[in-house]
T-cell receptor, first 115, second 112 residues
Framework: GAGVSQSPSNKVTEKGKDVELRCDPI?????LYWYRQSLGQGLEFLIY????????KSGLPSDRFSAERTGGSVSTLTIQRTQQEDSAVYLC?????????????FGPGTRLTVL | KNQVEQSPQSLIILEGKNCTLQ??????????LRWYKQDTGRGPVSLTI?????NTKSNGRYTATLDADTKQSSLHITASQLSDSASYIC???????????FGAGTRLTVKP
């Protein structure tokens, strides 16, 4: 595809359920990032991948959050036992390589609502 | 306290007018500063990037300035169009991988 895609675009779940969010990066991009954007707030870094490995997991808010990337391509962000404060837009971005000078291309996001 | 502060929080202007958005930061050491435009329901898109040695960078009707001494940047939009209505996000990066700090953004509304 031409850009970063994410699915689903919207997800409504009940408190306590697990959810999986998917990101398909631009082909050939080795770096992949996950962010969270709450209403009226700036982007909050969650985790990034260089290839299939995640050198920095420090942004994950709790151990209920995990992410993986397989084949250097698709990534999934999993939130277990969702809480209402997890409600936000989850954005994925990819870039040719890591390093802030490499432009990150963002997907449209997944809007998660936890009831 | 956020290391990247943007002002104003929101702004409404008439089509055809100019406007300037501000970004002040305390991030140190500094590597680069990027301005993003985020349309409603979309991911952010990069407008400009500036390093320490660059004072100004243009992208069409968008012109960004950087004063690394005072740690201030601005984004000037000339002859605004309805399609400029969006959030504009300032991102300041240090020299290390993924060392990025995001501002909360300025919400711009351009009215006819």
């Amino acid at each position: 595809g031409a850009g970063v895609s994410q699915s689903p675009s919207n997800k409504v779940t009940e408190k306590g359920k697990d959810v999986e969010l998917r990101c398909d990066p631009i082909s050939g991009h080795t770096a992949l990032y996950w962010y969270r954007q709450s209403l009226g707030q700036g982007l909050e870094f969650l985790i990034y991948f260089q290839g299939n490995s995640a050198p920095d997991k420090s942004g994950l808010p709790s151990d209920r959050f995990s992410a993986e990337r397989t084949g250097g391509s698709v990534s999934t962000l999993t939130i277990q036992r969702t809480q209402q404060e997890d409600s936000a837009v989850y954005l994925c971005a990819s870039s040719l390589a890591t390093g802030s000078y490499n432009e990150q291309f963002f997907g449209p996001g997944t809007r998660l609502t936890v009831l | 306290k956020n290391q990247v502060e943007q002002s104003p929080q929101s702004l409404i202007i008439l089509e055809g007018k100019n406007c300037t958005l501000q970004c002040n930061y305390t991030v140190s050491p500094f590597s680069n500063l990027r301005w993003y435009k985020q349309d409603t329901g979309r991911g952010p898109v990069s407008l400009t990037i500036m390093t320490f040695s660059e004072n100004t960078k243009s992208n069409g009707r968008y012109t960004a300035t950087l004063d690394a001494d005072t740690k201030q940047s601005s984004l000037h939009i000339t002859a605004s169009q309805l399609s400029d209505s969006a959030s504009y996000i300032c991102v300041v990066s240090g020299p290390y991988n993924n060392d990025m700090r995001f501002g909360a953004g300025t919400r711009l509304t351009v009215k006819p």
